[in-house]
């Protein structure tokens, strides 16, 4: 009877096994039907590359270094920010937006093949070591950049606090390359700071759009308004440099200035990638004369504050043309704790205007000399203007979405001022710094504020609030 009952289980397994093995065929089946045969052709081709690069490779290398190898390229062939993050690198991106880490104190992208700073961070080892927006690193140590990954040299400059990495820098309008001795710290980024201008006004510089940003701003707003009895005259925010960070905390500042209306929206192709960020009504609202100030360093989260500001005509923008990364990157979690940071959608501002490869046009230009520390340091070292890099001079950069057609805002009144002539000649070491005409520019700005209100709102169709794009 055991027997019987022992083939009867046998039978009984068998039956199922087919089954399985019968269902897991059919979906096997309709996931084949549902790609085109060009996709399992590329695949096909993919998986003899990797054989053959299995035996015949000089070293013997493993099917996940390879594997790791062909991801990192892939997304790096769609964009400039899509990536795939180790489990080290998807650990550190958690702590960045933290502001506390090890390291430098710089964003940096790839141009041309070359480690590119986009801009320092205040206050951080690369900044007090006179590293710019636009300097090409081409080694780190004794280690060439050239075609080096955003990770692999994230990895090299980051270390213990105290200990040293060398820079070797190419810089425009410096005949040769220099190096620069950085010593690592741990960087704790206070990412607003905020001061009193002469005349009454207040002045905010935001450096990064971190877990705190929005509540830094909010706190130093109620100083001002305390410090002048209830009311504040007026305010420059400053996003020169600033590389951007958490979306979800450009919106608060955003919201700090608005009183209603949309921030920005985005477009994608699945509908969760469609979003619309709004401002509160307040009952309290005051309308202060404002003035954003921005540069080619302004990139992403800062550019999303100045165009959502500059389209509800809340401030006037000064400075010079921005990076124009109008891009949404979502981090997408995989089983084994890597991550892919891939680009998903567009950020729009209230009228409708794509920020990407394009950025955010000031309504006063006001260019600003960047003579260097290192330059005046290195024997027939000019001071020169170098292009600032921007999110268009990226290889693989996409297009902003709206065609050729594509108007920037126009300037309130047309007007640029010149930097200061240098007559060819060299500052001293030590001698002071150049006077910051933006900033200047933008008291200028508060000191007649109707007059440039009134030019502003002559310009173009303010923003709605509640823009249907």
Not at 264 to 292: C, I, S, W
Request: hydrophobic share 40%; charged share 25%; net charge negative.
């Amino acid at each position: 009877m055991s027997v019987i009952k022992k083939n009867r289980w046998a039978i009984s397994f068998a039956i199922v096994l087919i089954a399985c093995f019968a269902l897991l065929e059919e979906r096997a089946v309709q996931r084949a039907n549902a790609l085109p045969a060009e996709t399992y052709e590329d695949l096909e081709t993919f998986a003899n590359v990797l054989s053959i690069v299995q035996k015949n490779y000089v070293e013997p290398v493993t099917t996940k270094r390879l594997i790791d190898g062909a991801i990192t390229g892939m997304l790096a062939a769609l964009d400039p920010h899509s990536a795939y993050l180790t489990p080290d690198a998807y650990r550190d991106l958690q702590v960045d937006t933290r502001g506390s880490f090890g390291g430098l104190g710089i964003e940096i992208t790839v141009r041309n093949g070359m480690l590119t700073i986009v801009a320092p961070i205040d206050d951080t080892p690369a900044d007090r070591a006179g590293l710019k927006s636009g300097d090409e690193i081409v080694k780190i140590d004794n280690d060439f950049t050239k075609d080096m990954t955003l990770s692999d040299a994230v990895k090299r400059m980051r270390g213990p606090k105290g200990s040293k990495v060398s820079l070797t820098i190419h810089r425009d309008g410096v005949p040769d390359l220099f190096s620069v001795a950085v010593t690592r710290a741990v960087i704790r980024i206070q990412s607003v700071k905020a001061k009193a201008l002469d005349g009454g006004y207040g002045y905010l510089r935001v450096s990064t759009f971190q877990e705190s940003t929005g509540d830094d701003v909010e706190h130093a707003l109620d100083t001002f308004s305390k410090q002048d009895h209830g009311k504040i005259k007026g305010v420059v925010l400053d996003l020169r440099d600033d590389p951007g960070g958490l979306l979800n905390q450009a919106v608060k500042v955003a919201d700090e200035f608005l009183n209603g209306g949309m921030i920005v929206y985005t477009e994608g192709r699945l509908e969760n990638q469609r979003q619309k960020y709004f401002a509160h009504r307040k009952d309290d609202f005051v309308d202060y004369p404002m003035v954003v100030l921005v540069n080619g360093g302004s990139a992403s989260a800062s550019e999303i504050v100045a165009g959502a500001l500059q389209d509800h005509r809340r401030a006037v923008v000064v400075g010079t043309q921005t990076f124009g990364k109008g891009s949404v990157q979502t981090i997408l979690p995989l089983d084994d704790k890597s991550a892919l940071k891939l680009t998903t959608a567009r950020y729009l501002t209230p009228n409708g205007r794509s920020i990407q490869a394009v950025g955010i046009t000031p309504d006063v230009e006001v260019d600003l000399p960047k003579p260097t520390l290192a330059a005046l340091e290195i024997p027939g070292g000019a001071v020169e203007e170098h292009p600032e890099i921007r999110e268009s001079d990226l290889p693989h950069h996409f297009q902003n979405g709206q065609g050729n057609g594509v108007k920037a805002a126009p300037a309130s009144n047309g007007e640029t001022v010149a930097p200061p002539a240098a007559n060819g000649e060299l500052p001293a070491a030590g001698a002071k710094k150049i006077r910051d005409i933006q900033l200047d520019k933008a008291i200028d700005v508060l000191k007649h504020w109707d007059t440039f209100k009134t030019q502003l709102a002559k310009s173009d169709t303010p923003a709605t609030s509640a823009a249907n794009p």
